[in-house]
């Protein structure tokens, strides 16, 4: 029955996300039919202050869930005012969902997305594998997949495809990404009291590799899941630490996030009426940097955030600048000092508060000492800086039926069942964001 298929996994999209704190289920579902009716009434009237005011809604609600508190700690800090703190939570998935309502208002003002129906607009915005930690997916890349038959002639090999996506996605998780994260949680727990001057800051570095392979992992799950209903999502990771260059890194990085700050960020900034100010050197960089800044505002609320946002900026500044008046340093050059830029600024994502990034930083003016977990370390960085990018690999491994393969997905998932027994809670970092 084609027409039970969207509503079908709509409810079930919302049973999944209701799961955590079912109250979220109100805001969620408010969020879907207000800019639903948004987008239907925009058709019909064509005035483009009810997307205005859509987005703005939608910013306001990310605002007071997610950053209130922050700015109020920072007045109160600057000016001594006592202000109440809002006493909420930060909803699941509430930056990700945000954002696709984002996409979709403003590719519908450009004649880039359909009117749907509010179903299809529903699933579009819930769809359980990327509802809360993306990837982000423009409707142009996924709207009409939607309701389409998911085990039409010829469904093995997409299906094929999707579970090895999931297997390679949990071995990421639960055996990269989180025993790297047993190894370093205490390291960055021993910055947060002092500068950590035992050799182990060096180790905090690789926390670059772990944060690769907990959301690679994640982004991976969701592209198999979604295989297995027939909808392709957008690749999120590809082969990140091949780069030579930092703009390489960041079109390899977390994708479809870096595509929607270029699209819906820099390139409004870098349009605007600024006079003779406008369409300049310097007016790009700036709508560079201060598009960094906000990626690394929405990363968090916190200043440890918006200082990398703003390093990476700097880097990508400096990247262009280069590339246009002094030679190339040559791609192994360029690797090496992109890794590191990149593992160095990762220890402000990690770390506590600045003053916790700050006392890593300092420890790295001593030696690295041999400790249990190197090998862990050295391992899982390895992995990282060797392996193709997960689409690739899937390509190779699925081209064609093969028992070996089958027996080894078969095996590492048994392996992955053993690992996720222990009743721990596994938690996903950018389920944080």
């Not at 996994?9 to 207000?34: D, E, K, N, R």
Request: net charge positive; hydrophobic share 55%; proline share 6%.
């Amino acid at each position: 029955r084609p027409r039970l298929r969207i509503p079908t996994v709509v409810a079930f999209s919302l049973v999944f996300y209701g799961a955590w704190t079912p109250a979220f289920l109100i805001l969620l579902i408010a969020s879907i039919v207000l800019n639903w009716l948004a987008a239907q009434s925009f058709a019909a009237t064509k005035s483009i202050a009810i997307i205005v005011a859509a987005i703005a809604g939608n910013l306001l609600v990310l605002f007071l869930f997610k950053y209130a508190n922050f700015f109020v700690d920072n007045i109160e800090a600057l000016f001594g005012l006592p202000i109440t703190r809002l006493n909420v939570v930060l909803p699941l998935g509430i930056s990700f969902f945000t954002f696709h309502h984002i996409m979709y208002l403003v590719d519908l003002r450009r004649g880039r997305a359909q009117l749907c129906s509010l179903p299809h607009y529903a699933l579009y915005i819930c769809f359980f594998p990327q509802a809360i930690a993306g990837p982000l997916s423009r409707w142009s890349e996924v709207g009409r997949q939607y309701g389409m038959q998911a085990f039409a002639p010829g469904w093995e090999p997409r299906f094929a495809r999707g579970v090895l996506y999931i297997v390679i996605g949990l071995v990421e998780k639960t055996l990269l990404a989180d025993t790297l994260g047993r190894a370093l949680d205490p390291i960055y727990a021993n910055a947060s009291n002092g500068p950590v001057n035992d050799g182990s800051a060096w180790y905090a570095l690789a926390f670059g590799f772990q944060v690769f392979f907990d959301f690679s992992g994640y982004s991976d799950i969701a592209i198999g899941l979604g295989l297995l209903f027939g909808i392709e999502l957008p690749e999120n990771f590809n082969a990140p630490f091949h780069a030579a260059s930092i703009l390489q890194l960041w079109q390899r990085w977390h994708m479809t996030l870096s595509r929607f700050l270029r699209d819906y960020v820099f390139v409004p900034l870098s349009d605007l009426h600024l006079g003779e100010f406008r369409h300049t050197p310097a007016h790009y960089m700036a709508a560079i940097l201060i598009t960094m800044a906000l990626c690394g505002l929405w990363h968090g609320a916190g200043w440890n955030f918006v200082l990398w946002g703003v390093l990476h900026g700097l880097a990508i500044v400096w990247a262009i600048a280069w590339r246009r008046f002094f030679p190339s340093p040559g791609r192994w050059l360029g690797w090496f000092l992109t890794v590191a830029f990149f593992l160095l600024t990762a220890v402000l994502f990690r770390a506590a508060s600045p003053a916790a990034a700050l006392h890593t930083y300092q420890g790295l003016f001593a030696g690295p000492s041999i400790k249990p977990i190197t090998a862990t370390v050295a391992i899982c960085s390895l992995v990282a800086l060797a392996l193709p990018s997960t689409r690739e690999l899937v390509e190779r491994l699925a081209s064609k039926p093969r028992p070996a393969v089958a027996v080894a997905a078969a095996i590492a998932t048994v392996v992955v069942l053993l690992q996720i027994g222990d009743n721990e809670t596994y938690d996903f970092i950018y389920f944080q964001f």
